[in-house]
Nanobody
């Protein structure tokens, strides 16, 4: 099970910290990805951390602003989002992919398990 939290309304330039609580998945054997979907748009990958944290990858528009991390003791995966822009808004989902040693932020085909999402709105 994956449960996202932390979504909110924030002004441009603000920050948010999204959490993905992971249960029944061992983060050493599952990659976790963050994805977002804005109204009327296709879902896009934002970032991912591979199983065993071998690599972390970011979509180019969020590089330098977003940081993904994990806490295996708490089974949490965090997405720290800084300097938010209106185009960062949407529903953010975390998802799990089994045994993905190297992940790519732009790919979602490998993800089998999805959370329900948390809403992020960036507006003045």
């Amino acid at each position: 099970q994956l449960v996202e939290s932390g979504g909110d309304l924030v002004h441009p330039g603000g920050s948010l910290r999204l959490s993905c609580a992971v249960s029944e998945f061992n983060l050493d054997y599952y990659a976790i990805g963050w994805f977002r979907q804005a109204p009327g748009q296709e879902r896009e990958g934002v970032s991912c951390i591979s199983s065993g944290a071998v690599n972390i990858d970011y979509e180019i528009s969020v590089k330098g602003r977003f940081t993904m991390s994990r806490d295996t003791t708490k089974n949490l995966v965090i997405l720290q989002m800084n300097n938010l822009k209106p185009e960062d808004g949407g529903v953010y989902y975390c998802a799990a992919a089994p045994m993905l040693g190297i992940c790519s932020a732009g790919s979602d085909a490998e993800y089998r398990f999805w959370g329900q999402g948390t809403q992020v709105t960036v507006s003045s």
